[in-house]
Nanobody, 125 residues
Framework: QVRLVESGGGSVQAGGSLRLSCAASGYTYIPNCMGWFRHVPGNDREGVATMYTGGGSTHYSDSVKGRFTISQDNAKNTVYLQMNSLKPEDTAMYYC??????????????????WGQGTQVTVSS
């Protein structure tokens, strides 16, 4: 059973930084890609960042490009999202996601099937 557990959310003032972590377990192999999404009630879920675990290439949404960085530590089966220069509009529930061949969410060339429970990020002005 694949399990993703996020941590690192919290409240921060605009201009501040947070680092989210996503610990993955239950995989028999490293997933092809992993990513981060965010959701604000009343809005559609938004893809934020994707990492292709084989080559390490990344993709970012225009709204976070240059401010957020996705990275991985294969030894710890953990993916990170470093968020700098945070803005109030970054406030959302952030979800970690991982590739699965039966996924229904397609974003930035990755099919996502597994999701974490989410961690709240709140940025005040």
């Amino acid at each position: 059973q694949v399990r993703l557990v996020e941590s690192g959310g919290g409240s921060v003032q605009a201009g501040g930084s947070l680092r989210l972590s996503c610990a993955a377990s239950g995989y028999t192999y490293i997933p092809n890609c992993m990513g981060w999404f965010r959701h604000v009630p009343g809005n559609d879920r938004e893809g934020v960042a994707t990492m292709y675990t084989g080559g390490g290439s990344t993709h970012y949404s225009d709204s976070v490009k240059g401010r957020f960085t996705i990275s991985q530590d294969n030894a710890k089966n953990t993916v990170y999202l470093q968020m700098n220069s945070l803005k109030p509009e970054d406030t959302a529930m952030y979800y970690c996601a991982a590739y699965g061949s039966y996924g229904r969410t397609w974003y930035a060339g990755c099919l996502f099937d597994y999701w974490g429970q989410g961690t709240q990020v709140t940025v005040s002005s």
